[in-house]
């Protein structure tokens, strides 16, 4: 018996394992950067590094110049075009002359290019098609020396060079694709999922792709990984991956409770019947208006949205102030007695707050507690202010308190958003400015106006799942 | 100055003692019994005295009678018919055979009395219009050797004959009259006030009428007051007057929070403006028909009514259940996402609960939380079972949980209500008896057909005051 069912089990497992190697083969087909795309990539990256020596040496003996982030590591997935060339100064130059330098070596490399700005301003442009990057930072002994975060950039590289091998990078490759597929790969502020950097350490520790969701399929949040074992903070988030250049860093702080569980769920769903339909994102067909129609005659919620234009911040600024307007306004309804029963925020051209109701109407009275009858001086006062007025009820005696009955300010949801109380809730600052400037509510039937601009996205409220 | 504002506060409280002296005079005139009335009862008393002397001695030679309540103490108020004849016999005697004697006394005194049942059996009936009980005790030395609580009325009889003078007396009836004006007289678990012997403690606790008011005025609950300064125990009631014949009771147990508050409220109200007003009870005229609509309208609430045969109980057993019916079905309503606005339970020969609702309709739809994904047993059976139920919307993830939307299994207060799940709140137990046997739930303009039997107490309900 025991034989037999070993035996069952096992061939369970090897037809799992070829659907799976099947699937994999399919997918590194896909992502893995063919002998052609590769030669090209280092043809460019090879003359952008020598015009940056060039231009970096010129100006400053000591500088070197290294290519960083996962071109440089081979753990770019075909069609990636990023180049991110590292310009390193020695340490004692002083961080204006860095600048200078960083800038002039940025230009000398790429012409056509840009100044952008992150922690240092640097030369952004593009070269036969790829996004290149012309960075300056200080080259440091050790990474707990560094002055800002490019600074750590080196070392992050040179940790991972000496750890992924051919088989790992190629790990690193289905990862960041199976994480794209389920819309969870990006440190951004929008999707505050895995960041490249942190997918490497995650292929590196758990030793490849299927170790990986092998894992995460069993992760108890807080997961905490260390792989140089010098952690010495206590970090509250769901995720913790200690920084190897640096003991008091998370590399995962950005990684939403969201986001872990999307992995943990997909590594469940991906291991237990494997397909490519993981590893491809989900691009939703817009709603159309009689789907939207349906839904909002089968939910009998109260759809109503907030629309203005979209302030012109970049994502990092415009999402967190998106999530904070909507629980600001979700609160304000709920405060009110408007239950939301969900809600999103989306933006493009025009950003729209956009929620469900379960309560959009109330009555005309709402109670009003006041003071325990015993506190006398406030209980007085409260008593001769309600009971001289011709509108309210009461006040009468609950629980030892008088309550009145007066009139309500906002008996629907409308109301509320179209007054001026609005602007006492939480909003972000720049969107509270773009609503001080302009912005409609739309209720019920009018939201079918957001379609033409947000019908993917509408979609994915309605038809929600765990992927993203 | 100084002299001045004095001269001019005692002219004022002058004043004031005149109006309030006027107004008690007016009082005293209509609640204290004339040397007739006084006559008659002091008649009819002696001669149920002898009566009961008389079989009771026959019975057991150490046997006595005596007077106690009100009318034995002159506290009654004009018109108040309540003779409480109480036969004592001594304590060695076995509860059987006090049981048989007391009923024997009782039916020689009252031979057209019936028998009723408290701790005892007694008897009860009506002589020359007096009601009268006749209730067996035993004679005790000390209130602590108590049987029953029958036995302890002796003692508070005597101590309170012992500390009422003629003055305190009739402090006491107006008393009593003041309470019954604001609705807080009487221990009855519907109106769970002040009982008689707790009026009497309070005014000989505080020295008169007037002392008693203008202390309410100032009370800060937890009140205690320990006449006898032997209290051993803590009590959690917003009024405590420990039982001056036993440390262990307190005399206020059954005195709600809201009837303390009342009598703070009108005594700073009387004390302010006296007027004979607060010594009458309200009598609201029924509610019409046309003003129960106009509150509706004024309103917007959704109002819903359970109506059923008042199941046949005392008030006492009554009024506590009808009270945890309306907080089971309030809680079940809100449980639902129906939120109740105000309600009132109320019976007569038909019983109602009447909860008005700020939100009677909801959503198709419902939000259902599951497991976190991490619990990975309860998890993927939480998905497995949703993402296979094309009515249900999701799964999806928040928060690290798995979220779905699915059917919301009442959208309708009435739904709810008509339902067995109405029987899955806390009912009172008759209640749940009585609702099996039949119930119609009516809704908004459908509760004009409780004004017939109902109209007074809607009347209340719509015109809340402080006085009740």
Not at 115 to 124: D, F, I
Request: charged share 35%.
């Amino acid at each position: 018996m025991s034989d037999d069912s070993d035996d069952h089990g096992n061939r369970d497992r090897d037809e799992e394992s070829d659907d799976l190697e099947a699937v994999l083969t399919t997918v590194r087909d896909r992502v893995d950067p063919d002998a052609d795309e590769r030669g090209r990539l280092r043809e460019v990256a090879d003359r952008l590094t020598e015009r940056a020596e060039a231009a970096a040496t010129d100006r400053c003996a000591d500088a070197d110049v290294i290519l960083v982030g996962s071109t440089a590591r081979g753990t770019w997935t075909s069609g990636d075009r990023d180049i991110d060339v590292f310009v390193r100064f020695p340490p004692d130059l002083d961080r204006e002359t860095l600048e200078e330098y960083g800038l002039a070596v940025g230009h000398a490399t790429l012409p056509e290019g840009h100044e952008e700005y992150a922690e240092h301003p640097y030369v952004k442009g593009t070269v036969e098609g790829f996004d290149v990057d012309v960075v300056p930072c200080f080259r440091l002994e050790s990474a707990t020396e560094i002055q800002s975060a490019v600074d750590r950039t080196p070392f992050h590289n040179q940790y991972l060079r000496e750890r992924l091998d051919d088989d790992l990078a190629a790990d690193v490759r289905l990862t960041k694709q199976f994480l794209r597929g389920i819309g969870s790969y990006g440190s951004d502020l929008r999707t505050r999922g895995f960041s490249g950097f942190l997918t490497e350490l995650l292929v590196c520790e758990y030793g490849g792709f299927r170790e990986l969701l092998e894992a995460a399929r069993e992760w108890h949040p807080q997961i905490e990984l260390d792989p140089e074992d010098h952690g010495r903070e206590t970090f509250g988030d769901p995720l913790v991956v200690v920084d190897p250049t640096d003991p008091e860093r998370n590399v995962a702080a950005v990684c939403s409770e969201e986001n872990v569980a999307r992995l943990q769920h997909y590594a469940r769903e991906f291991l237990e019947d494997p397909s490519v339909d993981y590893f491809d994102p989900v691009d939703p067909e817009p709603l159309t208006e009689s789907e939207l129609q349906n839904h909002l005659e089968r939910r009998e919620t109260t759809p109503i949205a907030v629309r203005f234009d979209a302030p012109n911040l970049v994502e990092d600024q415009l999402y967190p102030q998106l999530e904070k307007s909507i629980e600001g306004i979700t609160s304000g309804l709920d405060d009110r007695g408007f239950k939301v029963f969900r809600g999103t925020a989306i933006a493009d051209d025009a950003a729209v707050i956009f929620v469900e109701l379960a309560v959009s109407e109330l009555p005309a009275v709402e109670r009003h507690e006041g003071p325990p009858v015993h506190v006398r001086g406030h209980a007085e006062g409260f008593y001769d202010a309600y009971t001289d007025d011709p509108d309210a009820y009461g006040p009468f005696i609950e629980g030892g308190r008088y309550v009145t009955e007066r009139d309500r300010e906002f008996t629907t949801a409308r109301e509320f958003l179209e007054s001026d109380r609005l602007f006492d809730v939480g909003l972000g600052a720049h969107i509270e400015t773009a609503l001080e400037s302009d912005y409609e509510v739309l209720v019920e039937d009018e939201v079918t106006a957001l379609l033409e601009e947000f019908g993917r996205e509408l979609r994915q409220y309605f038809e929600p799942s765990p992927r993203r």
